[in-house]
């Protein structure tokens, strides 16, 4: 990648730690670290920055540029304190999330729970929902959260930016969606036939031929076939019995 396009993606990702992760999808942990993983699933969504892989943001660190985050194995993070740290805040009536099919019929029976990060991001607009969704499943589920409700019941909320709300998990009592039995499942990929041990025989022999006895131009050279192969039979059986006597 050129210097100027290292430039430009410095800057980016100051942007998004620094300033509107919400902007993007994205939420900071307590610490302000970031997964690396979730930043490329954002930047992939521009065009622009699609070729972007984990191994540019090694060439960022020895680019000499002056950067305002560090480069960990797994994680980025700020030099100084960002300025979007999420706080406790009243939410709105509703908030959605984008789940994925799989998970669905999980999260209706049991809640929201925050998997591998500490709190569960929930969108302020369907909109974003979908688009953090569609990161883990081209075609998510939408849920929507009975945010106000859960907040008077006593389940705090983290304002993150304008775009997302941050909670530690939510039951189930607080959520809707379809009916399970609407929700489309993705399908299993096909499984392609298990060839029959003649055609596997043939292959192993270059420029052999199976024949197959239904495509024979001559239906009636099949019954001949098979008539002189019950006179065979018939034959056989006689010549036994008269060893017998």
């Not at 929201?112 to 500490?118: D, K, S």
């Not at 969108?123 to 688009?131: H, L, P």
């Not at 596997?200 to 001949?224: C, H, K, N, W, Y």
């Amino acid at each position: 990648m050129g210097k100027h396009q290292l430039k430009n993606l410095a800057k980016t990702i100051e942007y998004i730690l620094l300033y509107r992760p919400d902007e993007f999808g994205l939420f900071l942990n307590d610490d302000g670290s970031l997964p690396i993983k979730e930043l490329m699933w954002a930047l992939h969504e521009d065009s622009g920055w699609r070729h972007v892989r984990p191994g540019h943001l090694k060439e960022l660190v020895y680019s000499g540029l002056q950067l305002a985050f560090t480069v960990e194995e797994k994680r980025l993070r700020p030099k100084h304190e960002f300025s979007q740290s999420a706080s406790v805040a009243i939410p709105p009536k509703s908030l959605f999330f984008a789940a994925r099919r799989k998970a669905y019929p999980v999260i209706l029976k049991h809640g929201l729970t925050p998997g591998g990060r500490p709190y569960v991001p929930l969108a302020t607009t369907k909109e974003m929902a979908f688009r953090i969704g569609k990161r883990r499943d081209p075609k998510p589920i939408l849920v929507t959260v009975h945010a106000a409700r859960a907040n008077d019941e006593g389940h705090s909320f983290l304002s993150c930016g304008e775009l997302l709300y941050l909670t530690k998990e939510l039951p189930p009592l607080f959520l809707s969606g379809p009916p399970i039995r609407e929700v489309p499942q993705p399908r299993k990929a096909a499984r392609p036939p298990v060839p029959s041990t003649r055609e596997v025989e043939a292959t192993r022999m270059p420029g052999s031929f199976l024949l197959d006895p239904a495509r024979d131009p001559d239906p009636a050279r099949r019954q001949r076939w098979k008539q002189e192969e019950d006179r065979k039979r018939r034959l056989s059986r006689e010549r036994r019995r008269k060893r017998r006597r």
